[in-house]
Structure formats: C-alpha cells, structure tokens
C-alpha cells in the first residue's frame, strides 16, 4: 500500500476521534447549560426531547428536578410519569415500581393511573428471580397483580395479570416441592416426619391442580407411616390410622396414579404393623 494511502487513512482516523470528541464536548456543554438554566420551560422541553431520543440519564436528570419545581401545577402529572418510566427504562424495577404506585396515588384520576398501577406490579415481576432464591419479590408481584384486578375488574389487562400470576405461581410450587422433597429427605436423618408432612398439606391445600399432587401425597403418605413405625409404642397405632387414612383419600382422588403401587405397598406394611401390634397386645407384650 503507497505511504499517502497509509498517512490518508491515519488522518481520517484523527479527524473522525476529534469530530466526536467535538460533538460529544458541545453536547454536554448544551446540556450542561439546560441544567443550570432558570427556564423551567426549556428544560421540561428538553427533558422531553431527550426522553424521546431515548437519553434516559439526561432526561431523569431534568425531570428529577421539575418535579418539585411544577408540583401543584398542570405539568406535574406528565413530568412524574416520564420521569417514573426513565427510571423503569433503565432497569431500575425497585425504583420504578415505587414511583408507579406513588404516581397512582397522588393522581387517582390520571389518565395514566390504571398503566401506573398495573406497571406497579408488573416491576415486581420482573424483580422475581428463580424460583431456587428468595421468593419475597414473587409473592409481592402477586399481592399487586391482585390488587389490581380488584381495583380495574373491567379492565383490558386483566387476562395478561392472570397470565403473569400464572407463572409467578408456578415458581412458588416449585419452590415448595423443592422444599418438601428436601423435608422428606433429611427426615431420616433427624428422626422428623412431621416437617415433611405438615410441608405436604400446605402444598395440597396450596397447589391442589399441581402436576407434582399425585407425588405429594404419596410422600405424605409414607411419612405417616415410617413417623409410625419410629414411634413410642403408645403412638404407633394412631399413626398408623394416619398414614392409612391418607392411602384411602389418595386411592379415591388418584385411582390412576403412576404411584398407586408404591402406596399399596405402604398401605400394606401400615396394615402388618398394626397385625403385628395387636399380637403383642393379645400375647401381654
């Protein structure tokens, strides 16, 4: 390549730097000017101009400060609103979503109220982690989706709500199932079965059209029957009646269940134990 073709493109290379740096030094020497400037008017158009072109930092800035300067006033509903979704654009749901439900508060009548409050709770949402951590954000998302619902019964976003509990929901259960197979696992281990049970009846009464139910009681189940068999001899036999009382209520609600043969068999040792009690109470034992 001849030498003028190298030093060309260098130069173009140092004029392209110097015209960008140029333009982004009168840039911010332009917004530098708006944010200092009096004119609470050109600053509200400003604020407005870069929200639209998407400068969110800029804008956030400029409606942070007209907040308090139009409170009161006409403007002061659109500049908190543009002002609520710059922090939302963002990403900041934590943030936002308070300022959403703040935004419904103060304008009750807004013709932004019903979004601000639906995005209140659709900012919970998208705060919801996997279903492996801390659920505290999921159940509020839920809590507000309800809310709501409640608040607008009529309204166009009802069926996206009921969409989004939906799969706020599904991590709870799975969450729980997690939780209760867990229980069951470590029951052996510190001799205690009633965690695992009393973690089976919260999921059924919870998750009663759960995919995992059949699995659930079954696990109920057979931890009345071996919180039986470890027990004192004085509690065995009622015990027993529980876990039996369990297999009868699982065979009728889930006669097709891929864990009914591992229940019968439970049902099976259940009955054993209680023929092999009654034994030691005829023969005086």
């Given amino acids: 390549m001849p030498t003028f073709v190298v030093h060309l493109k ?17 840039s911010c020497d332009r917004f530098n000017k ?24 800029k804008a956030i800035q400029l409606y942070q400060e007209l907040i308090s300067v139009f409170k009161g006033s006409e403007k002061a ?8 979704y710059c922090n939302y654009y963002q990403g900041d749901y934590s ?17 932004h109220t019903e979004e601000c409050y639906f995005m209140n709770a659709y900012c919970y949402y998208l705060s919801s982690p996997h279903y492996t951590l801390d659920q505290t954000d999921t159940k509020s998302a839920i809590k507000e989706f309800q809310s709501f619902v409640d608040e607008y019964p009529e309204s166009s976003r009802i069926d996206t709500c009921n969409a989004l509990v939906d799969k706020l929901r599904y991590k709870l259960e799975n969450k729980d199932y997690d939780l209760l197979k867990q229980y069951f696992k470590l029951a052996d281990y510190f001799n205690d079965y009633k965690a695992a049970i009393g973690a089976c ?8 059209d759960s995919k995992y139910v059949d699995e ?5 189940i057979e931890s009345h029957y071996l919180l039986a ?7 065995k036999m009622e015990r027993l009646d529980k876990a039996i009382e369990s297999y009868l209520k699982f065979v009728d609600l889930y006669p097709k269940s891929d864990y ?5 068999g439970v049902y099976a040792n259940c009955l054993q134990a209680k023929e092999n009690i009654l034994k030691k109470e005829k023969n005086g034992f």
Avoid: C, W
């Fill in 10 to 26: 260098t130069t173009l290379k140092y004029i392209i730097v110097i015209l960008t740096l140029s333009t982004l030094f009168f």
């Fill in 34 to 57: 708006v944010l200092k400037s009096s004119d609470y008017d050109l600053k509200l158009a400003k604020a407005d101009e870069y929200y639209k072109k998407a400068n969110y930092v």
């Fill in 77 to 84: 509903e659109e500049v908190y609103y543009y002002f609520t």
């Fill in 95 to 111: 943030l936002s979503q308070y300022h959403f439900k703040n935004f419904a508060r103060q304008f009750p009548n807004s013709k």
């Fill in 201 to 208: 009846k919260n999921f059924l009464k919870e998750f009663p």
């Fill in 216 to 220: 659930v009681y079954f696990i109920m």
């Fill in 229 to 235: 068999v470890k027990s004192v001899p004085g509690k």
């Fill in 260 to 264: 009914l043969g591992k229940a019968e």
